[in-house]
């Protein structure tokens, strides 16, 4: 089989798929496809969720528009099925990967997912096939890993025996289907025929731009586009310091400044989590260090980030000595787990981060959080008897709090607020000790 058959098939809708990691990202794509008539194979290592999406159980809890219908009608096509078993995989022709790719506690990227999806794809992959990852990875790693990993295993020579690429997610929980359908792609392909032939399979679900790229591009545009992020949070999180110390209110301050033309400032917060943006950065710099390149900017944006936890203990502290009560032995209620509001991926919460640091204190941490089944029933409940309720993540369940039955439930009134839920007004309005990122 050579690109022309591969095209032909993409055309035609007789190319079999596999994706290969069934998680946030594999499983929606690998719908998706189905949905558009392919007949698809979803790969992973965790039996319990091949079995779970086999049976049409939507594994993901989180609110996820559409998702939920999509995958119990291609289950019951029969269009999509998934397996833990790469032998079956000698029948297809195109394979998406889409393992996790996080770093290690000193930021070096973990790949031994992708290289163990690597190592069960090899042997058992096509002659002409395409090969394309998904998963976010450090620039030159598909020239540096994943290509002689690929060859060496396989046998077979890029460009003869099977095609490459790298088309990273742009996808965010919560959206992930109207991602997947309505952002931008970067097809970054190892020939420039490759990267067409790419675009016209990615063109079946994408309704927006395609855009050719080589390999290396592709890499750099993701991790580029996640650390831009990082870097901009940690500015509106440095703001926020400094409106805290100069007493400003740094709500107000960005929405006046983003008036101003060309300004964007982003939202200031208790921390930031996710799978991507925490770790992606780090994916960015890699390699760069050793090859000379002074990192400064990346690196401190991810320090300050990180620091945001340990700045809403302050700020706790700082509200429990208002109301003359030490930290230590306090019991504080942290009101969301997950690192994204009315989603249940805990994957780096900040809350986690506050909750050790709150353990460190002496204080008793009571979690709550309404996607998350070990956390989850009446948060007025979970809040009684406490001597303070953070709220660290902007659940729309907490939007909708009535600040006096949260007062009445609380041992004292104090209220941390670290993703500018309440208007501080309200919350002093409320008889309440208020305390909240970048407010004075
Ligand atoms: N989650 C997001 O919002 C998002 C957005 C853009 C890009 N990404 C990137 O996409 C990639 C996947 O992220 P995710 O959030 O879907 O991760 P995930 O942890 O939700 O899913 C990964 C899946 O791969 C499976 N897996 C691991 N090793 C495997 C193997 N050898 N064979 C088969 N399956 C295997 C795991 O069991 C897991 O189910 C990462 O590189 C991530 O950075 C994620």
Known sequence: MNLNDLRAGIENKTARLAVIGQGYVGLPVAALFADKGFDVLGVDVQPELVEKINAGINPIAGKEPGLAELLKRVITSGRLRATTDYNELKVCDIF????????????????????SALTGLAPVMKDGALVVIESTIAPRTMHDLVLPLLEGQSGKKLNEGFYLGNCPERVMPGKLLKNLRTMSR?????TPETAEVMIAFYKIIVEADVDPADCITAELV?????????VQ???ANEVALIAEAAGGD???VRELVNKSPMRHMHLPGAGVG????PKDPWLLVHGAGEKGVSLRLIPAAREINDSMPSHMAVLVQDALKEAGRVIKRARIAVLGYSYLEDSDDTRNSPSEALVR???ELGADPVIHDPWIPEYNGDVIE?????????????????????????????QMPILVDGRGVFDKRAGIEANLIYRGIGLA
């Open 382 to 410: 979970r809040i009684r008897g406490c001597d303070a309720a953070v709220v660290m993540v902007a659940h729309s369940a907490y939007k909708e709090f009535d600040l006096g039955s949260l007062k009445s439930a609380l």
């Open 222 to 230: 993701k991790t580029v586009e996640n650390a831009y992020r990082d």
């Open 96 to 115: 998406l990967i889409a393992v996790e790719t996080p770093v290690d506690e000193n930021h070096v990227p973990r790949y031994e997912a992708l290289s």
């Open 233 to 235: 949070i940690a500015f």
């Open 274 to 277: 996710g799978h991507c943006i």
């Open 250 to 252: 740094v709500w107000k």
């Open 357 to 359: 640091i709150l353990r």
């Open 186 to 190: 970067v097809a970054g392909g190892m």
